[in-house]
């Protein structure tokens, strides 16, 4: 069964907002046994959402929309939608206690003057917004289903989880979706057309014979990922490590499995009671917030220092004002001390440390932007390197952070 999301808003195609719901929907879909097809994002405009229908009602059993159901004038997809299905908009008895019982939740009242979320388009259905005042919307018609779903994540992702299955069931009465699901060989330092044009040619045969296989760039890495029905799974895993095992890829495997890098780090530091911490510079930060967005983490992470000023390097830190002074704040000796001090002062088993220069000015032809320091102090020893990378600022801070990361998940896996 195949869905297509059709994301509408104006301020989303601005650069204003963000969307999560693509996201969200793609990792819960496959979990019911249904296949997210295509996302298409269009602005608050009547034609615009007409001819997406008519696009997507071609392609897929499920249409799902996304935003436009408030109560401001830009607010226009319960009116194209009736306009679409040529359909009046009416309200009854049940609609306005429908919506007065989703005000009530939060205990406010609500009554007919302040909007018109009780109206909605005839033979249409009203659907329970948990999370929020307006009601989403479905309709079914020669065999394709509809779903209109509010914009704001948390509403749109209780309202899909709360009905989409149900309403599946009623109008489809199929009993045979089998869930699906998605394993991961992530691998890092090899560029794509390296793993399959020089390093392992044939692997993408050898894959696909498995499962349907997707090849995903990530940040610094790439991910081999294999979709299958979930009673596939032990087979489809043990088929696909094998293969990999087999080939030169193995030493460039970090992961076999979904685990974001944040979260296997806060696993495998849990599994072998190692505390972490940070002292970071040109990140801001950056790799402390990852890290703490793991449920979890408190387990294993102590803190962060950021000493983005020298003078905190040096009185905090302990950096050696000689340090600075002959090497310069981003050099592999700065970032050695900047860890041997973290892991000091937070009293920690492994600190990671970052000093470097994320542009747009600020570099040197000796040190160009793009240079980072990165620096660990442990058990197992302490010491740096001067990596080097390319991007915008934003995308300079995440590569360093991943960078000291995936040091800090060597490191966990080298310690006893």
């Known amino acids: 069964m195949k869905c297509a999301l059709l994301i509408i808003g104006d301020e989303l195609l601005a650069g204003r907002t963000r969307d999560l719901n693509g996201h969200w929907l793609s990792t819960y879909l496959p979990s019911i046994g249904v296949e997210l097809c295509q996302v298409k994002t269009i602005s608050d405009d009547e034609s615009a959402i007409t001819s997406s229908l008519d696009e997507l009602y071609k392609r897929v059993d ?3 929309t996304s935003g436009g159901l408030g109560p401001t004038k830009d607010d226009i997809t319960k009116n194209v939608l009736a306009k679409y299905f040529a359909k009046d908009l009416t309200f009854n008895d049940f609609s306005v206690k429908f919506i007065e019982n ?60 709360n009905s989409l299955k149900e309403l599946i069931s009623k109008h489809f009465k199929r009993d045979d979706l089998k869930s699906f699901e998605y394993f991961s060989i992530r691998t890092k330092g090899v560029p794509e057309e390296v793993i399959f044009r020089d390093l392992c040619p044939g692997l993408w045969e050898k894959l696909s014979a498995i499962a349907k296989l997707s090849s995903l760039p990530h940040l610094l890495g790439i991910d081999l990922v294999l979709y299958f029905n979930s009673d596939q799974r032990e087979e489809v895993i043990q088929a696909a490590t094998k293969v990999i095992s087999d080939s030169p890829l193995k030493d460039f495997v970090w992961q076999y499995g979904n685990l974001e890098l944040e979260e296997l780090i806060v696993k495998e530091a849990i599994e072998k009671n190692l505390t972490l911490g940070f002292a970071e510079s040109c990140t801001g930060g950056l790799s402390s917030s990852k890290i703490t967005d793991v449920a979890g983490a408190s387990k294993v992470y102590y803190g962060s220092i950021v000493s983005y000023a020298n003078s905190v390097k040096e009185n905090i830190l302990g950096v050696n004002p000689n340090t600075l002074s002959k090497y310069g704040a981003v050099s592999a000796q700065c970032a050695k001390e900047m860890a041997i001090g973290a892991q000091k002062s937070l009293g920690c088993d492994i600190a990671i440390s970052y000093t470097g220069i994320a542009g747009p000015g600020g570099g040197s032809k000796e040190k160009p932007v793009g240079t980072v320091g990165i620096g660990w102090s442990c058990a197992l020893e302490q010491d740096s390197e001067i990596i080097y990378h390319k991007g915008s600022r934003t995308d300079l801070k995440n590569k360093f952070s991943r960078s000291g990361l995936f040091k800090l998940l060597e490191l966990i896996r080298r310690s006893n």
């Open 62 to 64: 499920i249409v799902i």
């Open 102 to 161: 989703l005000y009530s939740k939060f205990d406010r009242e609500w009554n007919t003057q302040k909007n018109s979320y009780h109206f909605f388009p005839e033979d249409f259905t009203l659907v329970d917004n948990l999370n929020g005042y307006a009601p989403g919307l479905s309709y079914f018609e020669d065999q394709k289903l509809l779903l209109s779903a509010p914009g704001v994540p948390r509403e749109f992702s209780s309202m899909v989880e």
